[in-house]
């Protein structure tokens, strides 16, 4: 399980100076999004300023709101590019990133420079796309962030854990929205079937 290094704020209002970055991966219905959202609401509880973001082209379930497969939700600034994050993120503490593997390469160098300012950063995104390869910024990303947490779902077809995001269709451009009716969690033997 994680637990939130130095949660409680400074004398300054800060996170005590020090930013961070944090990484929540996995395949499609393994939690990132619900993880991401309980972290930033334990940040709100501790009266943290908090900011979300998540890339505007990510609209399966609402077009502002960040929601869990679950229906967990919570409210976030969709934006077009990574850059646009350092312009929003303004004097807040805390910086929640939901559906990073869509963003391009440029998220690396924001969420690096949110966290040399001090603030802590929590990312969620896929690590694979539906072919079973790294994602995007996903990879540089782990590489970067202070603390990785990968969370695994329950395999479809056998019940074992799943790390994979098995698309139900033919079709294969790399980024197509959807949900249990385009793609479903494997473990690695049911997914190489």
């Known amino acids: 399980m994680f637990v939130e290094p130095h949660i409680g704020r400074g004398e300054s209002g800060n996170l005590k100076g020090k930013g961070w970055i944090e990484l929540i991966c996995g395949s499609m219905f393994s939690g990132k999004t619900e993880e991401l959202i309980r972290r930033i609401n334990r940040a709100i509880i501790a009266k943290q300023r908090v900011e979300i973001f998540k890339p505007k082209i990510d609209t399966r379930y609402d077009k502002i709101q960040v929601v869990s497969h679950n229906q967990s939700s919570i409210r976030s600034t969709p934006v077009d590019f990574a850059e ?3 312009l929003l993120a303004g004097n807040s ?3 929640g990133i939901d559906e990073a593997q869509f963003f391009d390469k440029e998220i690396v160098s924001v969420v690096n420079i949110l966290a040399n300012q001090g603030k802590r950063v929590i990312i969620a995104g ?3 796309d539906f072919s079973g ?3 995007g ?3 540089e990303l782990m590489a970067t962030a202070e603390y990785v947490s990968k969370v695994h779902a329950i395999c479809a077809q056998c ?3 799943a790390t994979y995001s ?3 269709s033919e079709e294969k451009q790399k980024v197509m929205l959807g949900e249990k009716d385009k793609y479903e969690p494997r473990c ?5 079937k």
């Open 159 to 161: 019940g074992g854990i």
């Open 84 to 86: 646009d994050i350092l």
């Open 166 to 168: 098995y698309r139900l």
């Open 126 to 128: 896929l690590d694979m």
């Open 137 to 139: 910024p996903m990879p």
């Open 93 to 95: 503490q805390v910086v």
């Open 188 to 192: 690695r033997r049911c997914f190489l």
């Open 133 to 135: 390869k790294a994602f």
